[in-house]
C-alpha cells in the first residue's frame, strides 16, 4: 500500500444541456458522460491514473452500478475495500457556463464496520470527510505513524474540527469558509492554529490561497484556460488532490509550491473534458497544460 484514499463512491452522470425540463416537459441533452465520482475516489483514478495505484476504502452495493464500478476500478488497478451499503449513490450533473448543478442520491447508511487495514509501507492518507468514523480512525493511525495525511474540505462536518489535529495538508473550499463564518485568510489561520502544516482554501476561477507553516500566504492563480475550451468543471478539484498527492509520492523533496503547480496544471486539463473519466489527466497531459500556459510551471521528472 502506497496510499490509502477513503470516500463515498458515486456513478456520475454529466450531461450539457439547455436547461432542465420541469412539470411535463422534455429535453434533449448534446452529450453525456458516465463515470466514477465521489472526492477521494475520484481523487484516487487520479493518482492512478498518473501510475501509482492507491488502495481505495470506500462505499459498495451489490447492484448494477455497484458492479460497474468495481469493473472501473480494475480498469484503473485501484485497490478496493468495500464497506458495504444497500443502494450505490448516484450524481446527476450539469456543467454550464463555468458552473455546475449537481442532484445527488446517497446511501451512507453502512451495513458493517469499516475495514481494518494494514498501512505498512503507506507514504500518505487522502480522506474527505465521508466515513467519518473510519476518516478519523486512520488519520490518527498515520498521523502516529508519521505517514502524510491529507484533507479534502468540501464542507464542514461533524467531526472536522476534531479531524484537523491529525491533518498535515488541509486544502478548504469556499464553502468551508461561508460555513466557518470567516474569510479565506482567517481559515488558513484556523486550519493552522488546528496543527495543519500546508493550509489552503480552493477560490475556483480565483485560484489557490495557500500558507506553509512558518511561512507567508502565497495566491496561486490557475492557469488561463480560455472559456471556449471550458467544458466541465466538475471533479476539478478532485482530480487536484489526487494530483498533488501522487507528486509527494513521486517525489516528496519537492516543494509544495511545486505540488500544487503540478495539481493545478491536472485540474486544468479536468475542465476541458466532460466527465471524471474523461478528465484524468496523464504524466503527457499534464506537461502539455504546463507548456501551454506557463513556461514557468515545473514539470515533472
Not at 475516489?41 to 492512478?48: H, I, K, L
Not at 480498469?75 to 457556463?97: A, E, I, N, T
Not at 489527466?281 to 497544460?289: G, Q, W, Y
Request: aromatic share 8%.
Amino acid at each position: 500500500m502506497q496510499a490509502l484514499f477513503i470516500g463515498q463512491t458515486y456513478i456520475d452522470v454529466t450531461f450539457l444541456a439547455d436547461h432542465i425540463p420541469t412539470g411535463d416537459e422534455k429535453a434533449v441533452a448534446s452529450e453525456y458522460a458516465v463515470s466514477f465520482g465521489g472526492n477521494a475516489v475520484t481523487a484516487a483514478f487520479c493518482c492512478a491514473k498518473l501510475a501509482i495505484k492507491p488502495d481505495l476504502l470506500t462505499t459498495g452495493a451489490d447492484d448494477w452500478l455497484g458492479r460497474m464500478f468495481l469493473d472501473m476500478a480494475a480498469k484503473y488497478g485501484v485497490d478496493l475495500h468495500l464497506r458495504k451499503v444497500k443502494k450505490s449513490s448516484l450524481s446527476f450533473v450539469m456543467p454550464h457556463d463555468g458552473k455546475r448543478a449537481i442532484v445527488r442520491c446517497r446511501d451512507d447508511n453502512y451495513l458493517h464496520p469499516f475495514p481494518l487495514l494494514d498501512i505498512t509501507g503507506c507514504r500518505a492518507l487522502h480522506v474527505d470527510g465521508h466515513q467519518p468514523d473510519a476518516a478519523m480512525h486512520y488519520a490518527q493511525k498515520c498521523r502516529n505513524a508519521g505517514i502524510l495525511t491529507s484533507l479534502d474540505g468540501g464542507a464542514v462536518r461533524a467531526n472536522t474540527h476534531d479531524m484537523l489535529a491529525f491533518i498535515d495538508v488541509a486544502v478548504v473550499s469556499e464553502r468551508f469558509c461561508e460555513q466557518m463564518g470567516l474569510p479565506p485568510e482567517a481559515t488558513l489561520d484556523y486550519l493552522q492554529g488546528r496543527g495543519c502544516k500546508i493550509c489552503a482554501v480552493t477560490l475556483g476561477e480565483k485560484g489557490l490561497l495557500w500558507r506553509e507553516a512558518g511561512g507567508h500566504t502565497q495566491n496561486e492563480e490557475p492557469f488561463d484556460i480560455p472559456a471556449a475550451r471550458i467544458i466541465d468543471t466538475s471533479g476539478a478539484g478532485d482530480v487536484f488532490h489526487g494530483a498533488y498527492i501522487f507528486s509527494y509520492l513521486n517525489d516528496s523533496k519537492r516543494s509544495w509550491h511545486e505540488h500544487f503547480q503540478f495539481a493545478k496544471a491536472a485540474s486544468g486539463f479536468k475542465i476541458q473534458h466532460l466527465g471524471n473519466e474523461a478528465g484524468l489527466p496523464a504524466l503527457a497531459d499534464i506537461a502539455a497544460v504546463q507548456s501551454e500556459f506557463s513556461e514557468k510551471a515545473p514539470a515533472l521528472a
